[in-house]
């Protein structure tokens, strides 16, 4: 017998049958128990991350960075350690927990772009991210390393502009290294902010005083974050073969003049 029918049958001032009285409502328990714990998602503990509003965020031509880019938090799977030598194959190894674009919008008429980017996800009892932007299927283990990954492309190209941050150093909370925490903590929320960041693998943080691989035109003076222009592949490579020509061409040719 359904709610709907219960309630149609019996009148509020008749007493319905004890047979009812128990099983009807233990029923709606049991499956309302059930629809809950079955729509409940595994949690532990949030991560919100981001930074201030109005922060100074430039490219490597010292140009206000724009809604285009795209801020995401993540690590490096099987052991990968990222460097300014390697990044093509960053991509390969990059597992995102949770990703946001730049908001450049006006609180008002003259208040400047907000230059704020935000998210917040929840680092779950199995590990996963509760983020729809997170990489399918992927898990952050308690201690993973994490980093900030900004760019307007991730193609390996001069065009692109980068900047791979993150916070080794915890600065009197446990929550300030930006090192994800164990599945079974739900003691609450961490927050990973840029203003907390303290290297740079690529790119440059607080007005150039931590500063990563890359290369740049324009530093401006003050600013929270630059990304730096992404070298074209083998671009070292071919710098670095065409310096050696030089040096024996220039050999040779004291040799043969002496």
Do not use: C
Request: glycine share 8%; charged share 10%; proline share 6%.
């Amino acid at each position: 017998m359904t709610l709907a029918v219960y309630h149609l049958k019996y009148r509020p001032s008749r007493t319905p049958p004890p047979l009812y009285v128990m099983k009807i409502p233990t029923l709606t328990l049991i499956v309302l128990t059930g629809l809950l714990a079955a729509s409940k998602p595994l949690q532990a503990a949030s991560i919100g991350w981001g930074n201030q509003a109005f922060d100074s965020l430039y490219d490597s031509n010292g140009t206000a960075l724009d809604s285009s880019f795209t801020f995401e938090i993540g690590t490096f799977i099987n052991g990968f350690v990222p460097t300014a030598s390697n990044l093509t194959d960053w991509a390969a190894n990059w597992t995102i927990f949770d990703a946001a674009t730049l908001n450049t919008n006006e609180l008002f008429p003259g208040s400047g772009p907000l230059n704020f980017f935000t998210s917040t996800a929840t680092h779950q009892t199995d590990s996963q991210s509760s983020s729809l932007f997170t990489t399918p299927g992927s898990t952050f283990a308690q201690n993973t390393q994490a980093y900030l990954w900004a760019y307007d492309s991730k193609t390996v190209s001069f065009t692109s502009e980068w900047a791979l941050v993150t916070d080794l150093v915890s600065t009197g909370n446990a929550a300030d290294s930006w090192r994800f925490p164990s599945p079974t903590n739900d003691t609450g929320f961490l927050t990973w902010s840029l203003a907390d960041a303290d290297d740079a693998v690529f790119g440059k943080l607080r007005n150039g005083t931590i500063a990563g691989g890359g290369d740049f035109t324009v530093q401006p003076a003050t600013f929270s974050l630059q990304t730096h222009q992404v070298p074209e592949p083998g671009g070292a490579l071919l710098i670095a073969s065409a310096g050696l020509l030089f040096m024996l061409r220039r050999a040779r040719f004291i040799s043969q003049n002496r």
